[in-house]
């Protein structure tokens, strides 16, 4: 299992908590661009915490000299893979000829990953999509893959939609294009040598298991951000962790440890709790009080309080919310 790279969403404080709730699950960073790694302050882009390993380092760009010298500080910084994004359908990508438009020049990629490799011990991967535009002939990603195989790369994920450079914002691009599994399952049945893990539309177990039937790995995007705590049930059911946990994991207990990881940002890095709080306000999805619980994590008039005195006020609105309830 992983969860995918998201713009503006997967950051360093999203990775902590989504970590909170599955030790084995791959993590990936927000796409990065190469050359703000290189030339627009290391650490800011690169800094992660200790307890997010797996964590994977997603790189965007198109030079294989710049791509090499990103990927070898990501090495250095410490994480466990670096992936090159050949997904992305937004304008600012295209012009910078990154992306999805990637998937055009295939020796270029191989040209990538071969520079990425050659500096670094950790896997070089390759997320991609199916096709780009109305292009949906299986030999168009086929030949993709077999270049950039050719360039040592052997494991690849796979968002199973075309990209349409062309006439779609880059939220229409996760949900217009058609979804085709079937062509990610033949990817892997012609190359069953490589890894495939497949990316697209899954919000259930249910689909999740049938897809691990045929391919090796799933990546879950936004069900995953707003519906986090499906991630809980992941180490059991795909890691193979029985009940023998000592402490099972609690709502409550999730919410508390991130209370005290605000603190210690706060502490060392003058970060404020809203900036980690959005990405939790999922964590009570689908039970009483939800709403009100999210209000007060995400109400802008108490930013100045501390945010254990938020997380009492947060476990008081609920309570009275279900003690009215309750009455009624």
Known sequence: MSIAPMMDWTDRHCRYFHRLLTQHTLLYTEMVNAGAVIH???????????EEHPVALQLGGSEPADLAQAARLGAQWGY??????????????????????????????????KAMRDVVDVPVTVKHRIGIDKEESYSFVRDFVGTVADAGCTVFIVHARNAWLQGLSPKENRDIPPLRYEVVRQLKADFPQFTFAINGGFTTDEAVQEQLQHLDGVMVGREAYHNPWWLARWDALYYGEQGGVPCPLTREGVELAMVEYMEREAAQYGTPWAHIARHMLGLRHSLAGARIWRQVWSNHLLKDRAAREVYHLAQQAVAESLANHQEH
Do not use: W, Y
């Not at 050949?86 to 990629?109: H, I, N, T």
């Open 80 to 113: 466990d893979e670096i992936n090159l994004n050949c997904g992305c359908p937004s304008d600012r990508v295209q012009r910078g000829a990154f992306g999805a438009s990637l998937m055009k020049a295939p020796q270029l990629v191989a040209d990538c990953v």
């Open 40 to 50: 627009g302050g290391t650490e800011r882009h690169l800094r992660f915490n200790a």
